[in-house]
């Protein structure tokens, strides 16, 4: 382990301004990911800032009728909230297919949001990894890359975005709350979010630097069919190969995300439109311009059978 500072932030705006002042520091909050990183040497912050005191652990009612997640709720906790399993179900359920018990109870909602690939070539110092070092290659592509991405993918990195609690966040219309070091804050749509890999592959999200997650907030619910199907290689304590977040309405249409498959929470709205056809013509939606590689094209049929196992689940709970 190598040596760090710290300190206990005592607003957010304090917190965000100690981060931005230190291109070397981070944010500290259940450490589920953070920890790990420093352990294996892939993160090495030299100064964190715990921002675990900040009151940001509540669930709260909106004025527009949905609910507002501090940034600190733990993945227990939210999975857990009588509104959310009652009116977000796919969230709920999301949350209870990631990681183990013990990881749920100190993960946050923020950290959740911002954690980092799973590649086993990020987590493999001794690998080019564009995404750990940028510039030195991505040993994925032309490596063992059964688990990564098939859309939305580059020449710099095949990785994919390990959260189940995202892709159904995505699949809700979800809205990021931050604040910046200047104390404005700023909300984000959760499509805005994360980002693509591009040639940047290191630059995971739309946040400055500093900027603190304060609270993600729900819109009102919509009703419908809330599923999410998790297809993964052992029962549990896996990531996705492939997930399905969907919110399915008595006429068959409505909303769906994927998981497993890029660099993102993947959603095209305007496939959407093609739910009440079936899965194969979803399918031909949501992954049109899809570019597997030899080893991961079975994604391509897993994600269709996923989807017509979704829709009928659906369709005999409605």
Known sequence: MKPFTYERASSPAQAAAAVARNPAAKFIAGGTN?????????????????????????????????????????????????????????????????????????????????????????????????????????????????????????????????????????????????????????????????????DTPHIETNLAPGELITAVTLPRPTGGVHIYRKVRDRASYAFALVSVAAIVQRDGSGKVALGGVAHKPWRVEAAESAMPQGARALTAGLLAGAQPTPGNAFKLPLVERTLAAVLAQARSAS
């Open 34 to 198: 953070l920890l790990d990183l420093m352990k294996l040497q892939i993160e090495a912050p030299a100064h964190l800032v715990d921002v675990n005191g900040l009151a940001l652990d509540k669930i709260e009612a909106t004025p527009e009728g949905g609910l507002r997640v501090g940034a600190m709720v733990r993945n227990t906790a939210l999975a857990a909230d009588e509104r959310v399993r009652r009116d977000y179900a796919v969230l709920s359920r999301a949350l209870l297919a990631g990681a183990s018990g013990q990881l749920r109870n100190k993960a946050t909602t923020a950290g959740n949001l911002l954690q980092r690939t799973r590649c086993p070539y990020f987590y493999d110092t001794d690998q080019p990894c564009n995404k750990r070092q940028p510039g030195s290659g991505c040993s994925a592509i032309g490596g063992v890359n059964r688990q990564h991405g098939i859309i939305g993918t580059s020449t710099a990195c095949i990785a994919t975005h390990p959260s189940d609690m995202a892709v159904a966040m995505r699949v809700l219309d979800a809205s990021v709350e931050t604040v910046r070091p200047d104390g404005s804050a700023r909300v984000i749509p959760i499509a805005d979010f994360h980002r693509l890999p591009g």
